[in-house]
């Protein structure tokens, strides 16, 4: 069992980091491997995701998962059903200086592979302040 968290921070106003996060069609922008999102049913999402397994050949995998967006406190929780427990949550801080944000992550799974988890949560951290900072400027 793990739980993580990482934070980083965004040269975009809150409110414009918020909105885009909060748009579940900009997920694959910026989500390693996620090709398409689908939203339908209230919070759920349909997602598909390319994927290259160590033990299989590569190949395209959709799955359901649900998203909620909490406009009170500039958050996002998510998960997927599955075997690992997957969850997390997003929140979106004001920066240190005007014009920049401050975004946070938590995650929780049943994964044991704490390092992959931890560089996955900084690829998609970094991905995020990349596919943001460049739909602004």
Known sequence: MGDYDNAITVDVPADRLFAYLADVKNLPSYMPRLTAARPHDGDRVTVTAHI???????QDVTSEAWIRVLEQ?????WGAPGPH???GRLHVDAGDTAGTS????????ERVEGGQVDDGLQETLRGIKHAVE???H
Request: aromatic fraction near 4%.
């Open 52 to 58: 290259d397994p160590p033990d299989a050949p590569e």
């Open 73 to 77: 406190g500039k958050s996002l929780e």
């Open 85 to 87: 427990d997957y969850h």
């Open 102 to 109: 401050r975004l946070t992550v938590d995650l929780h799974t």
């Open 134 to 136: 460049s739909a602004e």
